[in-house]
């Protein structure tokens, strides 16, 4: 896979998607080279993972230790089953990294920008994966110093 320009978002969704650093983190996922984003149990969330495709762009966010975005993450795989759910109900995805971002945008710094007040992440606080909209996401990348 070539170098991916993650601000070039045309035809793309874009997400965040939360997981706790000490559970799974980006390095771990690096390490992983593909991951399986399953144990999602929110109806909302659910439906998500369900609307991704491959191609479309998350921010990786580290959630209780850290609580900020630390990278770009892939969608490779959608529209699978969760297989830590036994009823086939529940939605999953694999992913793959992107790039860590230069610096780590924090939610403190989140909730401090105008601009972003609107994101999913704020309104829906406890959403572990959620929508981000293209001047949200442009506005991110940008308080991240771009990516490494």
Partial sequence: MGKINVSDTEGRQLWLM???????SYDDL???GEGTWDGVRNHLAARNLRTMQPGDLAFFYHSN?????VAVAMISVGGITDPTDFDGKWAAVKVKPVVKLKQPVTLAQIKATEALQEM??????RLSVSAVRPTEWALLLEMAGGTE
Avoid: H, N, T
């Fill in 18 to 24: 939360k997981s706790e650093p000490d559970v799974y």
């Fill in 65 to 69: 230790i850290g609580k900020e975005i």
């Fill in 120 to 125: 999913e992440l704020i309104r829906l606080s």
């Fill in 30 to 32: 690096v390490a992983e």
